[in-house]
């Protein structure tokens, strides 16, 4: 007799959970068409709900006024709920936003702190982003080699402003300094989520 009711409930546990991932793709699919009320829609409950994909998209909205007025504060909270969760993207957008002083005061140290956390993923913006606040200073002590080995990691992927910044870094720096970065980046490897 309890054999129908457990396979009743594993079943439609087993169905219940798709349409949660069904519906981020219904998010995605309205976001890329431009139809922004209905990746809201979709996306709000989910990220109400804790998942992390859903988050990192509400904070877009909100950052770029998509669907809904143009918030930095909503857009912080929301990247930083999906940024904990170890959700690449978020960890940079909340680092811009700190670095940038959007949505809130600006500070370099978490800036540094968010960047740093997807750059050890491999993210080869938050690796050009951390790059720039060792070479000024901001949120870090300055430091050349540090900066250089973050823009010569995120130039790996070859986009032409990590090349740029590396290479006009690299005029100002001794030859020991270059080549302790250049081995630094070599004995880089990136960190597991």
């Not at 219904?26 to 139809?35: F, Q």
């Not at 702190?113 to 200073?137: D, F, I, P, S, T």
Request: aromatic share 10%.
């Amino acid at each position: 007799m309890l054999r129908f009711p457990v396979a009743l409930v594993l079943s439609i546990v087993c169905l219940a959970a798709p349409p949660a991932r069904a519906d981020i793709k219904a998010g995605e699919n309205a976001y890329h068409r431009g139809d922004y009320a209905t990746a809201l829609r979709e996306w709000q409950p989910l990220a109400k709900q804790g998942d992390a994909v859903a988050q990192y998209h509400l904070g877009l909205l909100y950052a770029n006024g998509q669907g809904i007025p143009k918030d930095d504060a909503q857009a912080r909270q929301w990247y930083e709920k999906a940024a904990v969760q170890d959700h690449v993207e978020a960890q940079v957008n909340l680092g811009m936003l700190f670095d940038y002083g959007r949505g809130g005061p600006q500070d370099f140290k978490m800036a540094v702190r968010w960047y740093l956390r997807a750059a050890n993923q491999g993210n080869e913006l938050a690796q050009r982003k951390l790059g720039l606040l060792y070479e000024r200073g901001d949120g870090v002590q300055q430091d050349f080699v540090q900066a250089y080995m973050w823009y010569k990691l995120g130039a790996a992927s070859g986009v032409k402003a990590g090349i740029v910044l590396r290479d006009a870094l690299a005029i100002r720096m001794t030859s020991d300094q270059l080549l302790e970065a250049q081995k630094l980046a070599r004995e880089w490897r990136p960190k597991g989520k």
